[in-house]
């Protein structure tokens, strides 16, 4: 690849800057590093832009953080012009929103489509970053950063057989663009997270059969989606700025109303009624109802009990509503936002299959074998899940000083400083990476964060004369125990999800993401105005 921005140039190297992955981090930190007259180089394995909402195509995806706050805030005019249609936007509308995000700031011409970062190396001597894609090319870069997402690695659980299934087969990840006809025919759902919760419902209205093969009962609560009243949209641009630093307030960075009181201080009438209210608002601010929801796992209890209650109102057969219903904590693993997911399992056409009862055995060429009998099927989704937070990262051969593989060095767990820095790989962000407050936020102004407080270390690197920024590993190990310390306050550590890698078979058991994004702000703030502590700068 020749093109050579007039930044590296004379510097014998090909870019500033090689970003990986063309979703909402990569977008703008390629915006970012242009802007800053940096020469910087986009690879994305889809042929689109998008990243999750380019990926996860299938019907029912949609996002469940209203769009109102699930949008850039760097730019005054995109927040003020952009119009979104509904309180929480489907994934065709995001995926449009980042369409014309790429187009307005004129970022298209420097993403390369169709090409995935297969590994890259840091040499020691020139202080840059070799990078190789699949098709075989190798670039240079001063700085590698990772906007490969969260929850982009795929997960796929080995099933005997599943390579002779002779149905249409899709992972909810990776959904075919020409959709998949469903229309009559017997189709299975494999998985009860987010997208099998989300997929359920909307499959049930066309397939001829529906089966929900599910391990583990996930808690939901309704959406209550509806239009963007326009009227609200208008209120809430006047006031943005605020609207937005509001936000960043907040634990999540979502405005959810955090409730003051504790439950466990409320009696049984004041907790109904503040459930209840929060259920009929819909969201993920139903565990914001009382202050300490993550505190103890009885206040907990409170919120997972009126669940429960809902869920066997809600389901007409009560052997159906038991296996629907957790006996977890609620929100520890992910708690799932649905459009009438429970309601489902009301229709004549639709099975729950409780695999606690007898494990998936293998696929025939005709369907799935569950304790000893087939079920036949035309089609099966795979809504399984993902890796998250590090496969995206161990899934490119990352190898820094003295060679050693970012998988050896984070065989027992990934080791960050800030979420973004890795010692002994200098000159690498990776942008929500495990240790930031990621998926227990508002991405969106996450990766707002991350890519404003990487644009700053850059400019500061430049004015200063630094080549190289490399975390000690000792402001490192502090960080790693301070992100354990901030879990193991709440209740969160405690159940098995995908916030702990108990999802992955052999995946190393620690608490991924850091609790509190305001918190996590102040810390990266008073990093970069002190000069960048916990850094090596030369
Ligand atoms: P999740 O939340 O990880 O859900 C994956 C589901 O797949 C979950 O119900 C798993 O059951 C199930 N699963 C995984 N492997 C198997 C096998 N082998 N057999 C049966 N069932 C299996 O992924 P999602 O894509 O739904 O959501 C990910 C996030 O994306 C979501 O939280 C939002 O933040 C957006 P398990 O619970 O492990 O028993």
Same mark, same amino acid.
């Given at each position: 690849?020749?093109?050579?921005?007039?930044?590296?140039?004379?510097? #014998?190297? /090909?870019?500033?800057? +090689?970003?990986?992955?063309?979703?909402?981090?990569?977008?703008?930190?390629?915006?970012?590093?242009?802007?800053?007259?940096?020469?910087?180089?986009?690879?994305?394995?889809?042929?689109?832009?998008?990243?999750?909402?380019?990926?996860?195509?299938?019907?029912?995806?949609?996002?469940?953080?209203?769009?109102?706050? @699930?949008? @850039?805030?760097?730019?005054?005019?995109?927040?003020?012009?952009?119009?979104?249609?509904?309180?929480?936007?489907?994934?065709?509308?995001?995926?449009?929103?980042?369409?014309?995000?790429?187009?307005?700031?004129?970022?298209?011409?420097?993403?390369?489509?169709?090409?995935?970062?297969?590994?890259?190396?840091?040499?020691?001597?020139?202080?840059?970053?070799?990078?190789?894609?699949?098709?075989? /090319?190798?670039?240079?870069?001063?700085?590698?950063?990772?906007?490969?997402?969260?929850?982009?690695?795929?997960?796929?659980?080995?099933?005997?057989?599943?390579?002779?299934?002779?149905?249409?087969?899709?992972?909810?990840?990776?959904?075919? &663009?020409?959709?998949?006809?469903?229309?009559?025919?017997?189709?299975?759902?494999?998985?009860?997270?987010?997208?099998?919760?989300?997929?359920?419902?909307?499959?049930?209205?066309?397939?001829?059969?529906?089966?929900?093969?599910?391990?583990?009962?996930?808690?939901?609560?309704?959406?209550?989606?509806?239009?963007?009243?326009?009227?609200?949209?208008?209120?809430? &641009?006047?006031?943005?700025?605020?609207?937005?630093?509001?936000?960043?307030?907040?634990?999540?960075?979502?405005?959810?109303?955090?409730?003051?009181?504790?439950?466990?201080?409320?009696?049984?009438?004041?907790?109904?009624?503040?459930?209840?209210?929060?259920?009929?608002?819909?969201?993920?601010?139903?565990?914001?109802?009382?202050? /300490?929801?993550?505190?103890?796992?009885?206040?907990?209890?409170?919120?997972?009990?009126?669940?429960?209650?809902?869920?066997?109102?809600?389901?007409?057969?009560?052997?159906?509503?038991?296996?629907?219903?957790?006996?977890?904590?609620?929100?520890?693993?992910?708690?799932?936002?649905?459009?009438?997911?429970? /309601?489902?399992?009301? $229709?004549?056409?639709?099975?729950?299959?409780?695999?606690?009862?007898?494990?998936?055995?293998?696929?025939?060429?005709?369907?799935?074998?569950?304790?000893?009998?087939?079920?036949?099927?035309?089609?099966? +989704?795979?809504?399984?899940?993902?890796?998250?937070?590090?496969?995206?990262?161990?899934?490119?051969?990352?190898?820094?000083?003295?060679? +050693?593989?970012?998988?050896?060095?984070?065989?027992?767990?990934?080791?960050?400083?800030?979420?973004?820095?890795?010692?002994?790989?200098?000159?690498?962000?990776?942008?929500?990476?495990?240790?930031?407050?990621?998926?227990?936020?508002?991405?969106?102004?996450?990766?707002?964060?991350?890519?404003?407080?990487?644009?700053?270390?850059?400019?500061?690197? $430049?004015?200063? #004369?630094?080549?190289?920024?490399?975390?000690?590993?000792?402001?490192?190990?502090?960080?790693?125990?301070?992100?354990?310390?901030?879990?193991?306050?709440?209740?969160?550590?405690?159940?098995?999800?995908?916030?702990?890698?108990?999802? +992955?078979?052999?995946?190393?058991?620690?608490?991924?993401?850091?609790?509190?994004?305001?918190?996590?702000?102040? $810390?990266?703030?008073?990093?970069?105005?002190?000069?960048?502590?916990?850094?090596?700068?030369?």
């Amino acid at each position: 690849m020749s093109e050579q921005g007039h930044s590296a140039e004379g510097r #014998g190297r /090909d870019f500033d800057a +090689v970003i990986v992955g063309a979703g909402f981090a990569g977008l703008y930190m390629l915006h970012k590093m242009k802007s800053a007259g940096l020469s910087a180089c986009v690879f994305e394995t889809g042929d689109g832009v998008g990243g999750t909402w380019y990926w996860n195509s299938y019907p029912g995806a949609r996002c469940d953080v209203p769009s109102m706050e @699930y949008s @850039y805030q760097f730019d005054e005019d995109l927040q003020q012009e952009w119009e979104w249609t509904e309180r929480y936007s489907s994934q065709g509308e995001i995926l449009s929103y980042l369409e014309h995000v790429t187009d307005r700031f004129g970022l298209r011409p420097h993403i390369r489509f169709n090409t995935k970062v297969s590994a890259a190396s840091f040499n020691e001597e020139s202080g840059d970053w070799a990078i190789e894609t699949d098709d075989g /090319d190798q670039v240079s870069s001063q700085f590698l950063i990772m906007a490969t997402g969260c929850l982009s690695a795929r997960f796929t659980p080995e099933i005997e057989g599943m390579d002779s299934f002779e149905g249409a087969l899709a992972h909810t990840g990776n959904w075919p &663009k020409d959709g998949i006809d469903v229309a009559g025919k017997r189709v299975g759902v494999i998985g009860t997270g987010s997208s099998g919760i989300q997929v359920a419902p909307m499959l049930a209205r066309e397939a001829g059969e529906l089966f929900v093969f599910q391990r583990s009962p996930a808690f939901s609560v309704p959406s209550q989606n509806k239009p963007l009243d326009a009227a609200e949209q208008k209120a809430i &641009k006047a006031r943005y700025a605020d609207f937005r630093a509001e936000a960043k307030r907040s634990r999540a960075g979502i405005l959810y109303g955090l409730g003051e009181g504790s439950a466990l201080d409320a009696d049984a009438a004041l907790l109904k009624e503040e459930f209840e209210k929060r259920w009929q608002a819909g969201g993920l601010g139903f565990t914001a109802a009382f202050h /300490d929801l993550f505190d103890t796992v009885e206040a907990n209890g409170t919120a997972a009990d009126f669940v429960r209650d809902k869920i066997s109102e809600i389901v007409k057969d009560p052997e159906v509503a038991e296996a629907l219903t957790p006996h977890t904590l609620i929100g520890c693993k992910r708690l799932c936002v649905d459009a009438g997911y429970y /309601d489902t399992f009301n $229709r004549e056409n639709v099975t729950l299959v409780d695999l606690r009862k007898g494990a998936i055995e293998r696929f025939t060429g005709t369907g799935i074998i569950v304790g000893g009998s087939e079920v036949p099927l035309d089609v099966v +989704v795979l809504a399984t899940g993902f890796d998250a937070l590090t496969g995206a990262l161990l899934r490119v051969d990352i190898k820094g000083r003295g060679g +050693v593989t970012l998988k050896e060095k984070w065989s027992e767990g990934p080791k960050t400083y800030l979420g973004h820095s890795i010692s002994g790989f200098p000159n690498l962000f990776a942008i929500t990476g495990p240790g930031s407050p990621s998926v227990l936020s508002n991405l969106v102004p996450s990766i707002e964060q991350d890519v404003d407080w990487v644009g700053r270390c850059i400019a500061h690197m $430049r004015e200063h #004369g630094h080549q190289v920024i490399e975390a000690t590993p000792d402001a490192e190990e502090e960080w790693v125990a301070h992100v354990s310390e901030v879990a193991h306050r709440s209740i969160y550590p405690l159940e098995d999800s995908w916030y702990v890698g108990s999802n +992955v078979p052999g995946k190393p058991r620690v608490f991924l993401p850091y609790i509190g994004f305001p918190d996590f702000v102040e $810390r990266c703030n008073k990093v970069a105005d002190q000069g960048y502590t916990g850094y090596g700068l030369s």
